[in-house]
C-alpha cells in the first residue's frame, strides 16, 4: 500500500531506489533468502524482464489491491504475486513498507502471529516507515524536513479517499509489546529518507534448543 498515486514520477522512483539500496547494504537480507514484500503497491524494486535485478534469491508480492496485484504481474514477470498468504508459504524475509500505520492494533497482533507462521527459521520481519508522529504533527514537520514530500502530500491530502484513511499512531513500545512473544526486535533507521519516519527489525524467536 502506498499514500502515492499509482502514476509514478522520478522523486518517488528515487525514493524506491534509496529504500531497495537501504536494504541491499543494511546486511538483512541475505543472496540466498526468499523475500516476501507485503503490500507491495506498484512494487519498488527494479524492474528487469531477465530477472536479473534482485539481490536475493526470490521475491514474493502480495497486496490486497487487485489493481496493484495485476500491475506486478506484469512488472515482475519472473517473480510470484500471491492473492493471499497460504500457510505452505515459507520465507526467510518479509519487508513491511510504509503499511503499519493503517492497520487497526487488534488485527496487527493476528497479522503477526500469521507472518511467524510463514517465516523460516531465523527469519525477520523488516517493518519500514513506522511514523514517529501523529498524521498532523508529521505533515507539519515534512514541510522543513523534505519540501518535494510535502508537495505530494498536500495532494494527497486534498483526495477524500486519502482522507477517509485511518491512521493508527502506534509507539514503537507498542509495536515491541505487540510483538514480544514471538519475536526479538531491533529498533533501526529509516529505509528511506523520511527523518520523521523509522524502522522495526523482528526476529523470530526459536523454541528449538
Not at 502514476?7 to 538483512?28: A, M, P, T
Not at 527494479?46 to 534469491?57: A, L, N, Y
Not at 526470490?58 to 500471491?82: A, G, S, T
Not at 520481519?125 to 508537495?151: A, G, H, M, N, Q
Amino acid at each position: 500500500m502506498h499514500i502515492f498515486k499509482e502514476k509514478e514520477n522520478e522523486y518517488i522512483k528515487l525514493v524506491n531506489k534509496k529504500i531497495v539500496d537501504n536494504l541491499k547494504n543494511s546486511g538483512f537480507i541475505k543472496k540466498n533468502d526468499s523475500v516476501l514484500d507485503f503490500g507491495c503497491g506498484t512494487g519498488i524494486w527494479e524492474s528487469s524482464k531477465k530477472g536479473e535485478d534482485m539481490f536475493f534469491c526470490e521475491l514474493y508480492l502480495f497486496d490486497i489491491n487487485p489493481k496493484n496485484r495485476e500491475y506486478c504481474n506484469k512488472k515482475y514477470p519472473k517473480h510470484v504475486v500471491l492473492d493471499e498468504l497460504k500457510q505452505d508459504l515459507k520465507v526467510n524475509v518479509i519487508f513491511v513498507n510504509s503499511i503499519i500505520q493503517y492497520i487497526e492494533k487488534k488485527e496487527l497482533k493476528k497479522l503477526l502471529i500469521k507472518f511467524h507462521s510463514i517465516l523460516k527459521k531465523d527469519g525477520i520481519i523488516i517493518i519500514s516507515d513506522i511514523p514517529k508522529y501523529s498524521r498532523v504533527i508529521e505533515f507539519i514537520l515534512t514541510f522543513f524536513v523534505d519540501f518535494k514530500l510535502f508537495k505530494i502530500q498536500t495532494k494527497q491530502a486534498l483526495n477524500s479517499n486519502y482522507r477517509k484513511t485511518e491512521f493508527f499512531k502506534l509507539s514503537i513500545k507498542e509495536l515491541i509489546s505487540i510483538s514480544n512473544g514471538n519475536f526479538q526486535s531491533k529498533i533501526f533507521q529509516n529505509m528511506d529518507n523520511n527523518t520523521n519516519r523509522i524502522s522495526l527489525i523482528l526476529k523470530t524467536k526459536n523454541d528449538e534448543s
